[in-house]
Structure formats: C-alpha cells, structure tokens
C-alpha cells in the first residue's frame, strides 16, 4: 500500500505529478524507458505499420529528444502498437494495469484527449512524442500550458469547478485505496474550492490560463515536482 500526507494545500502538486507519472508508466509498458545497448535501425522502420510517422529527421527538428532515443521510442511504440497508433480502449487498458488497486478509466480519457491534440480519436506516435518532450524536457511554461490543456477538458480557455472536480475525482479514482490516511468522501471538492481560491484571482468563477500559470509559479512545491522527472530518461 502507497502511503501518501494527503494534506489538501499540496495536492496541486499532486495533480501536476499524477501528470507525468502516469505517463512515465505508460513509457515503461512499452518498454521505452529500459534503454539497452541492442543496435537499432538507422531509420525508423515504415514498411511494416498502416500509419506511416513523420521522418525522423523532422520529429528531432520538432522535439528534445535524440535521434537515438526517438529510434529506441519508435521500435518499442510499434512492438506494442503495430497499427502505429493508439485508440483510447488501448490507453484505459495499458493504466488499468498501473493502477489495480482503483478504477483510471476516467483519468486515461483525459490523459488521452491531452496527447490526442488533433482530437481525431487516437494517438499517433508524433502525438506521443510531442507530448512527452514537452513533460520531460519542456519548459515551466510549456509543462504548464500542457497541464492546463489537461485540465480545461472542453478546451473552452478556462478552467471551471465542474472541470477541476471531474480531473480529481478521477484522480482519486485511479489511486484508489492505496492512499493512507484514507480520502474523505469530500476531499476532491474541497481540493477543488482551494485550488480555485489560490487561483482565480479575480474571482469571476474561472481559472485562466494567466492565473494558472502565474500561481504555479509561486508555488515552490509544485515547481519541485516539475523538475523531479527530467532526468527520467
């Protein structure tokens, strides 16, 4: 059993860390983060997948990784997805495993609908790459805007209570009973009224993508935890 101080000041941090565990999860599944000395294609290897990425060339012009590693994410990307793309069911399943102990359906669809940024319904490996430069190597307000994108779910601009109640709840959902203490019933709205007291700064209901950023940057404990995962791989 995970035991987590669940004090309900920090738990912005908490939602800024689910962010990128989640992801790093997902990373090991597909065998992406065990970098081994076994020799690689020079090129990524096309002819095999439905979905043809975009040349290696242009995806290192476009992310921070190395041509090496975006050849090491290509190989494991295809082993676990030959179509070379992801749909959600693929994406709620491959959590499902992480975190047993609850229920991540939720938390996954939204993870899902941040990586799926051309909102077609699946998750190309460009999709996948960009996203995870962005939450590894990225800049504070890169990671930020990529946070905030997950948290605005109709991608309206703005951050509603009903918003941040349903990523929440989600999250707590997908932690399940592996938290110690044990979540109150209402923990998550009571985050929720918190979270937006330290943020909407000028109390019209909604958080911008201004407020949100300048609050997480005077927030030393979220900022730790953006740094925690850059040297992840």
């Known amino acids: 059993?995970?035991?987590?101080?669940?004090?309900?000041?920090?738990?912005?941090?908490?939602?800024?860390v689910v962010i990128v565990c989640a992801s790093l999860k997902l990373l090991h599944l597909l065998g992406l983060i065990d970098f081994s000395e076994d020799s690689v294609e020079d090129e990524l290897e096309l002819a095999t997948v439905r979905y043809r990425p975009e040349g290696l060339q242009q995806l290192e012009a476009q992310t921070r990784f190395t041509k090496k590693e975006l050849q090491i994410f290509y190989r494991g990307f295809k082993n676990e997805c030959p179509s070379g793309i992801v749909n959600e069911e693929t994406f709620k399943e491959i959590y499902s495993q992480f975190f047993?102990?609850?229920?991540?359906?939720?938390?996954a669809h939204f993870l899902f609908n941040a990586f799926d940024t051309d909102h077609n319904g699946s998750v190309s490996f460009e999709d996948f790459v960009s996203g995870l430069s962005i939450l590894l190597r990225g800049s504070v307000q890169e990671k930020l805007n990529w946070a905030f994108n997950l948290y605005d779910i109709n991608k309206d601009g703005y951050i509603?209570?009903?918003?941040?109640?349903?990523?929440?709840?989600?999250?707590?959902?997908?932690?399940?009973k592996c938290t110690y203490?044990?979540?109150?019933?209402?923990?998550?709205?009571?985050?929720?009224?918190?979270f937006f007291q330290k943020m909407d700064k000028n109390k019209d209901g909604v958080v911008?993508?201004?407020?949100f950023i300048d609050c997480c940057?005077?927030?030393?404990?979220i900022m730790r935890s953006m740094q925690l995962f850059e040297n992840a791989i």
Request: glycine residues 6%; aromatic residues 4%; negative net charge.
């Open 208 to 211: 911008t993508i201004d407020e």
């Open 160 to 176: 509603t209570k009903e918003e941040m109640l349903d990523i929440m709840k989600a999250i707590y959902d997908m932690m399940g």
């Open 100 to 107: 047993p102990q609850g229920d991540s359906t939720t938390y």
């Open 1 to 16: 059993m995970l035991s987590v101080e669940w004090e309900i000041e920090g738990l912005q941090t908490v939602g800024i």
């Open 181 to 194: 203490p044990a979540l109150k019933d209402e923990a998550p709205r009571q985050h929720v009224e918190i």
């Open 217 to 221: 940057q005077n927030d030393e404990n």
